[in-house]
């Protein structure tokens, strides 16, 4: 790995772990609707003038149809109920469960007659995944909690789905356009829905809220597709993938330091239960899912 493939890799570990931290400070002042408004915003604003300004705009939006698509099980959709999950649970929990999307994938493809043969490792991997998970929800998660789980498995297909259609409708296509057209889209959805509703705060957000949400937008979201294409461009669409790993472990430490939420036993047996199976899932098969906060053509998110 090249100097910049390491840094690469570092910053978008560091930008796709900490989201989940971000959303859970910026909740405290603004509705889970208005986030996301102000989140793919201030993103795409940033991302829309790279984008004119290599003409790559004319070709994604002559494919409107499966971008906007994309833009509602990618962004639009699985932000929302991620803003409205982490009302209720902690962040490093929400960061955990999200980590099992590659197993979402992999149930995607089976659905979809696309999955290759598993193996031995494939279905172990599979098990212990699911293992991961169960524990997350039934030792981690209060019973009062279970909705707000049901919220973060909307996200979890979200971003499974995501990538699919990337692969098969839109991979020809420039990704920083693609990213940019959906998070336009999203914004433009979202201004007259939290309008209407009565979503934006009565008083002026705090400076703390305020700088959780730019850096939401502006390293979580436009500079961390920058810094995964970048990273894609060094290692391949396969190798970026590993960045998977790290994206979880990244949100449980930071919820511990900056929230104190407790680091459990089942937190760490659940992480490593889940991070395992996806690591035997994906491996054999070179499926390249990446979480969003969540990811182009990958695992984001994005939250």
Same mark, same amino acid.
């Given at each position: 790995m090249t100097r910049r493939a390491a840094l690469l890799f570092i910053g978008l570990g560091i930008a796709w772990?900490?989201?989940?931290l971000l959303i859970k400070i910026a909740l405290t002042e603004l509705s889970p609707a208005t986030l996301v408004l102000v989140r793919t915003a201030l993103a795409a604003v940033l991302l829309l003038p790279l984008?004119? #300004?290599?003409?790559?705009? *004319?070709?994604?939006? *002559?494919?409107?149809?499966?971008? #906007? &698509?994309?833009? &509602?099980?990618?962004? &639009?959709?699985?932000? #929302?109920?991620?803003?409205?999950a982490e009302q209720v649970l902690p962040s490093s929990t929400t960061g955990l469960l999200i980590a099992s999307v590659p197993l979402a994938g992999l149930a995607i493809a089976f659905l979809t007659g696309r999955a290759e043969r598993l193996g031995v490792r494939g279905w172990l991997g599979l098990a212990l995944g699911i293992a991961g998970v169960a524990a997350l929800v039934g030792l981690d998660v209060g019973g009062s909690d279970l909705g707000a789980v049901?919220?973060?498995?909307?996200?979890?297909?979200?971003? %499974?789905?995501?990538?699919?259609?990337?692969?098969?409708?839109?991979?020809?296509?420039?990704?920083? &356009?693609?990213?940019?057209v %959906?998070?336009? %889209?999203? *914004?433009?959805?979202?201004?007259?829905?939290? #309008?209407?509703t009565g979503g934006l705060p009565s008083a002026w957000p705090s400076g703390q809220v305020l700088l959780a949400v730019v850096i939401l937008a502006v390293v979580c979201t436009a500079a961390a597709f920058l810094m995964l294409f970048g990273l894609v461009a060094e290692l391949g669409p396969v190798r970026a993938t590993t960045i998977t790993y790290v994206n979880p472990a990244v949100a449980m430490i930071a919820g511990a330091i900056v929230l104190q939420e407790p680091i459990t036993v089942v937190k760490v047996v659940g992480l490593v239960l889940v991070l395992a199976g996806c690591?035997?899932?994906?491996?054999?098969?070179?499926?390249?899912?990446?979480?969003?906060?969540? %990811?182009?053509?990958s695992p984001g998110s994005t939250g």
């Open positions: 772990g900490i989201p989940y984008v004119l #300004l290599r003409r790559e705009i *004319a070709p994604v939006l *002559a494919r409107w149809r499966p971008v #906007l &698509a994309f833009a &509602a099980v990618e962004v &639009a959709i699985p932000w #929302l109920f991620l803003n409205r049901l919220e973060v498995g909307v996200v979890v297909i979200g971003y %499974a789905i995501g990538p699919v259609i990337l692969s098969r409708y839109l991979s020809d296509l420039p990704a920083r &356009a693609v990213i940019a %959906a998070l336009s %889209a999203t *914004a433009l959805v979202y201004l007259p829905l939290t #309008l209407l690591y035997l899932v994906t491996r054999p098969q070179r499926i390249v899912l990446v979480p969003p906060e969540s %990811a182009v053509g």
